[in-house]
């Protein structure tokens, strides 16, 4: 059974118009993150969510926002996105912040057009 | 910076070889984690080590922490080709978490 799902699976927005990816868990874990992965990289941390508490990586653009309404869901908004902002994009979480195993969902392949 | 740089960047092996991938940070860390990512695939947690020159095994794999906490490595025994994929050592820093540059395994059948 999927315990960190992604959805879609594969996105694709034109040029400035914002797109929102969605992440969603069934581990009841604390806190939930983003990791951008272009190709041939390593992931690079956005941001994360401990409960409700929003921790913003210190040079991750503005253009780059994140809700948590609840403590099974986190929402990745690009308000305007750039082809440099083509990438996947990871979803994660833990059950404590950044010490813990961190389980990771497949991910969006985002393209920019 | 604060990223833990990975050698080798890219490591081809016929099948049944050994190889071992390093991790090496400038600071002393306070654990190290490893992930596995397939092709296509998404980072799989390995193992997590907190000890001053603690070693594990899993199987073919084996991963040592430092004596100094400024390095780590894995080594894996006899590859096979379920072994291909990207092997990244990761580490936290306070409130901060960053992968290593990894290290890219192909296995020759």
């Known amino acids: 059974d999927a315990m960190v799902i992604q959805n879609p699976r594969y996105q694709v927005t034109q040029f400035g118009k914002p797109v929102t990816l969605s992440c969603s868990q069934t581990l009841n874990h604390n806190v939930m993150y983003w990791y951008q992965q272009k190709s041939s990289q390593a992931p690079k941390l956005l941001f994360h969510?401990?409960?409700?508490?929003?921790?913003n990586e210190a040079d991750t653009p503005d253009n780059f926002q994140s809700r948590r309404p609840n403590t099974s869901f986190c929402f990745l908004d690009i308000r305007s996105p750039g082809l440099g902002d083509a990438a996947m994009y990871l979803c994660?979480?833990?059950?404590?912040?950044?010490?813990?195993?961190?389980?990771f969902g497949p991910g969006t392949r985002l393209t920019v057009l | 910076g604060q990223q833990v740089m990975q050698i080798p960047q890219y490591q081809h092996v016929q099948e049944g070889e050994d190889f071992t991938t390093y991790c090496n940070s400038s600071?002393?860390?306070?654990?190290i984690q490893w992930y596995k990512q397939r092709p296509g695939g998404h980072p799989v947690f390995l193992i997590q080590l907190v000890k001053s020159g603690e070693v594990k095994k899993q199987k073919r794999l084996t991963f040592q922490f430092g004596e100094a906490k400024k390095n780590s490595s894995l080594h894996i025994t006899a590859t096979q080709t379920t072994d291909v994929g990207t092997y990244f050592c990761a580490r936290n820093t306070g409130n901060q978490f960053y992968f290593g540059t990894g290290t890219s395994l192909t296995v020759i059948p």
């Open positions: 969510y401990y409960d409700k508490d929003f921790n």
């Open positions: 994660a979480t833990s059950n404590r912040v950044l010490v813990d195993t961190q389980y």
């Open positions: 600071t002393t860390l306070s654990n």
